[in-house]
């Protein structure tokens, strides 16, 4: 084996997910900071989105794991066909995934994405001649506007995506809206 193949692997190894073949959390931190950076430079705004699976821990003791791998490879599919080449995906751990879309101006761009997300999340996945219904709850902040920097980002697209589970799931929430409706506990930082 070549040094060239090695170097790959350890790559391949380091920063994607075996599971979904996703890129992982060190991949996306990586991403995100450099995004982060590039965007207060050029003055040019992205959107930071956070995914969390539906009901995953319920799919995963009524079917099992192994049922709910084939659900996690199946949305990791899913959110690949819902985005832009140009866009980062990354599975951070468990049913947990984000979403990098860079050069985002306004929000309509965004909201075609959530609702592509949205809507992909929500078809049955068959295991076993079973049908499993999850869907996807996002949280979304736009980058630099809502964090000074890369952690206060990350914990608005994470109240936003609160705010998606509290108010039903199946849908996505702004970080703004977050905000105005969270309790004061969660507003107090």
């Not at 079917?63 to 791998?69: I, K, L, N, R, V």
Request: proline share 3%; glycine share 8%.
């Amino acid at each position: 084996m070549e040094l060239n193949d090695i170097q790959t692997q350890l790559e391949q190894i380091a920063y994607r997910d075996p599971l979904t073949d996703l890129p992982n959390r060190r991949f996306f931190n990586d991403t995100f900071r450099r995004l982060l950076a590039q965007a207060r430079r050029d003055g040019v705004g992205f959107a930071l989105m956070l995914i969390d699976l539906d009901y995953f821990k319920q799919i995963n003791d009524t079917f099992g794991h192994d049922a709910g791998d084939a659900l996690l490879i199946e949305q990791a599919a899913r959110l690949r066909a819902a985005v832009r080449e140009v866009d980062s995906i990354a599975r951070l751990g468990g049913d947990e995934f984000a979403v990098l879309l860079p050069a985002t101006t306004g929000r309509e761009a965004v909201e075609i994405v959530c609702k592509r997300i949205v809507e992909a999340a929500a078809l049955p996945v068959f295991f076993n001649s079973q049908a499993i219904r999850a869907g996807a709850s996002i949280g979304v902040a736009l980058g630099p506007d809502d964090g000074e920097d890369a952690d206060a980002l990350y914990k608005s697209a994470d109240l936003a995506l609160y705010q998606a589970k509290r108010e039903g799931r199946g849908t996505w929430r702004w970080y703004g809206q977050a905000v105005s409706t969270a309790p004061s506990s969660l507003t107090e930082a």
